[in-house]
């Protein structure tokens, strides 16, 4: 039963590094999303993406931060020059289909610390 | 600027009482509304999805949807230690697909 997968689960980067972190949806899912959820904070959307087209990316931040879906492989969501701030989880979510009313089953995680 | 409010508690209820978790949106195009619980370090779990008004029933969850009064709600039959977590309620509006979350609702179940 392939879920959501994400690797790694735990990510340790020193202040100025580069963070990658990987999603692989669901089987038959072509919708990824990515959310962020900061110690002791809600969930919050980032950016939304098909194969090969950022659809949504509303809720990323604007400097350091970027996603791609490409055709072949994993969805990649990256960080430069990590900061503290970035410390928190990142859950990748996927979906069959993009009507509102489809499920989004989410992966386990990747923690991210940064020194 | 879509919001959903949960009251973050926490809410302790005993064994085998009934928990009822609530939720309001501001966005009254919101279209679909999920609830999901989540684990302490770990990833969310969908309980419960409704998209029409009134009641849904899915073993000991029950989920009531109010579109007129922007409100959906939880409950809990039958609570278990094992349903304490933290409960996150979800909104889809319009056209966006991504959910906005509430800060969700821990609830602990009292042996």
């Known amino acids: 039963n392939a879920g959501v997968m994400q690797n790694p689960r735990h990510l340790v980067r020193r202040r100025g590094q580069e963070a990658r972190l990987r999603c692989s949806p669901m089987?038959?899912?072509?919708?990824v999303y990515w959310y962020r959820q900061l110690p002791e904070e809600g969930l919050k959307f980032m950016v939304y993406?098909?194969?090969?087209?950022?659809?949504?990316e509303s809720g990323m931040p604007k400097e350091r931060f970027s996603a791609e879906f490409p055709k072949e492989g994993p969805s990649i969501l990256r960080i430069q020059q990590v900061v503290r701030g970035d410390s928190a989880a990142y859950f990748c979510?996927?979906?069959?289909?993009?009507?509102?009313?489809?499920?989004?089953?989410f992966g386990p995680g990747t923690r991210l610390t940064v020194l | 600027q879509k919001e959903v409010e949960q009251n973050s508690g926490p809410l302790s209820v005993p064994e085998g009482a009934i928990a009822s978790l609530n939720c309001t949106y501001s966005?009254?195009?919101?279209?679909?509304f999920f609830w999901y619980r989540q684990y302490s370090g770990k990833s969310p779990e969908l309980i419960m999805s409704?998209?029409?008004?009134g009641d849904k029933e899915d073993g000991r969850f029950t989920a009531q949807l109010n579109k007129a009064s922007q409100y959906v709600s939880l409950l809990i039959r039958d609570s278990q230690p094992s349903d304490s977590a933290t409960y996150l309620c979800?909104?889809?509006?319009?056209?966006?697909?991504?959910?906005?979350f509430g800060s969700g609702t821990q609830l602990t179940v009292l042996p």
């Open positions: 993406l098909q194969k090969e087209n950022i659809i949504d």
């Open positions: 089987k038959g899912h072509s919708h």
């Open positions: 409704i998209y029409s008004n």
């Open positions: 979510a996927s979906s069959q289909a993009a009507r509102g009313t489809d499920t989004q089953y």
């Open positions: 966005d009254r195009v919101s279209q679909s």
């Open positions: 979800a909104v889809t509006s319009g056209s966006a697909r991504q959910l906005t």
